[in-house]
T-cell receptor
């Protein structure tokens, strides 16, 4: 069984289009994340949700809008795609410890977005 | 910007050699994690270190957290081709324990 799954695996689209990436985790975790990995393999957090509530919102253009319909899902919608949005986007999940802090993060396989 | 610098950036070695990867920052972290990422996949956690000076071993991999909790190292003994991948350190900070990822070390072990 896949712990953290993302769809699609590859996404090729033109500038100006709107697209969504879906993420689901079956680990029972209460926190989910979106990361962006650029061409230099640098991984940077974009958003984090805990129990469907947004807790981390980095300096990300407002063209990016995350949505968490429930604890097991965190989707990412991107409006008016730009060339610079081309990257690999990773979803991840973790469980908050009872005393604070997180356990390890489990990552999905990534979605390679190419904007032409 | 809290930056975790890893060195070296790239490393190509022969099977059986030893190597050390460093992860340095000017910031203090509550914990530090090491991940390995293979092509086309997401990062996979190798270890979490929490206490300053802590040393953890995972088979041929030895991880150390600096005394001041600002840096860490990963030492691999007798590297094997299966160790090939991108190694990422990640430090946790703040109330949300946000992970700040390092700049990455791409390791290639030649048979």
């Amino acid at each position: 069984d896949t712990a953290v799954s993302q769809t699609p695996k590859y996404l090729v689209t033109q500038m100006g289009n709107d697209k969504s990436i879906k993420c689901e985790q079956n680990l029972g975790h209460d926190t989910m994340y979106w990361y962006k990995q650029d061409s230099k393999k640098f991984l940077k957090i974009m958003f984090s949700y805990n129990n469907k509530e947004l807790i981390i919102n980095e300096t990300v253009p407002n063209r990016f809008s995350p949505k968490s319909p429930d604890k097991a899902h965190l989707n990412l919608h991107i409006n008016s795609l730009e060339l610079g949005d081309s990257a690999v986007y990773f979803c991840a999940s973790s469980q908050v410890r009872s005393g604070g802090g997180n356990y390890e993060q489990y990552f999905g396989p990534g979605t390679r977005l190419t904007v032409t | 910007t809290q930056l975790l610098e890893q060195s070296p950036q790239f490393l190509s070695i022969q099977e059986g050699e030893n190597l050390t990867v460093y992860c340095n920052s000017s910031s203090v972290f509550s914990s530090l994690q090491w991940y390995r990422q293979e092509p086309g996949e997401g990062p996979v956690l190798l270890v979490t270190v929490v206490t300053g000076g802590e040393v953890k071993k995972l088979k041929r991999l030895t991880f150390q957290f600096g005394d001041a909790r600002k840096d860490s190292s990963l030492h691999i003994t007798a590297a094997q081709p299966g160790d090939t991948g991108l190694y990422l350190c990640a430090g946790a900070r703040g109330a949300t324990n946000k992970l700040i990822f390092g700049t990455g070390t791409l390791l290639a072990v030649q048979p």
